[in-house]
């Protein structure tokens, strides 16, 4: 954790009025994502698939639920965000003091479930690691997910009577 | 909650061997997603853009946190497949016995953090909620976060020196 990013407020900046987040639900951390970046100051504000290679290592008993993984080659990655502040509603991303966006108008971290996204191109995958382009993130930041690309995965079953046919 | 749901696994689907999941981190439900869809089975498996209007309604105290959003006509949404199992690893999809994916190689809702991402139409605000299209998820599933696409979204402030030299 690191004090000054959790504290950092910039003027005009607003925060929601909670003391601490609610807790509905829990997250475990089923990897880890090595980057080249080991400062938030040196992050890429978004990450290019013609970036560098990064590593993301799953945890057991995850290793096994990679079968069949090498088929994609653009997967989208979850990623914990975990220096990130939660009550922000209003940001002013260039600490300029002129403009300000609601936060989910915003890909900032700092939102109230620090959950990152990311499509990437998978290079290839070493035993429990994929090799990846297209991270942004911290190195040592904590992975959540790992899903194929919405765009080159189709449904594995045939599609269910009465899908799609709900009212408009 | 849907104890059927919870406790459907089919033959030669694997499960990890755990008896609860880790609790690494928790997550806030902000809002809440109405859809035509009240059971599993009339689910589409994946959303469609030119699929029925759905409503995304955002609680206190985050509805200031959409200012700026209606400058957006894509959004990723980020939700809680609250009724999923939490420790398949292997999932056989079509349930017959024959064709086993990872789950990591599948977007099913039964994953170790089931959370659950698309891509919508922004069709308008109405005060706390966005009018959309293109989600797939059960009525009243739990909200935890919104962003702009990343393919419209462009960092609201300069890049940063240094990011994306890192060595590859």
């Not at 989208?76 to 003091?97: A, C, F, H, M, T």
């Not at 939102?111 to 942004?136: Q, S």
């Amino acid at each position: 954790m690191c004090p000054i990013m959790k504290s950092r407020l910039r003027p005009g900046e607003e925060t929601a009025e909670i003391t601490a987040p609610r807790e509905d639900a829990t997250v475990q951390f089923i990897g880890r994502i090595a980057t080249p970046w080991a400062t938030r100051d040196t992050c890429p504000r978004q990450g290019r698939q013609d970036g560098p290679v990064c590593r993301i290592t799953v945890f057991e008993p995850w290793v096994r639920a990679l079968e069949g993984i090498d088929g994609y080659g653009q997967l989208e990655i979850l990623y914990w965000l975990d220096q990130s502040r939660r009550d922000l509603v209003r940001q002013n991303p260039k600490g300029d003091g002129q403009r300000y966006f609601g936060t989910f108008a915003l890909r900032s971290p700092q939102r109230p479930n620090p959950i990152g996204t990311a499509m990437v191109a998978l290079e290839r995958v070493e035993g429990d690691t994929l090799v990846v382009r297209g991270l942004d993130c911290l190195d040592g930041t904590p992975l959540i997910d790992i899903k194929p690309s919405r765009c080159e995965f189709s449904p594995k079953a045939p599609d269910k009577p009465g899908a799609q046919d709900g009212p408009t």
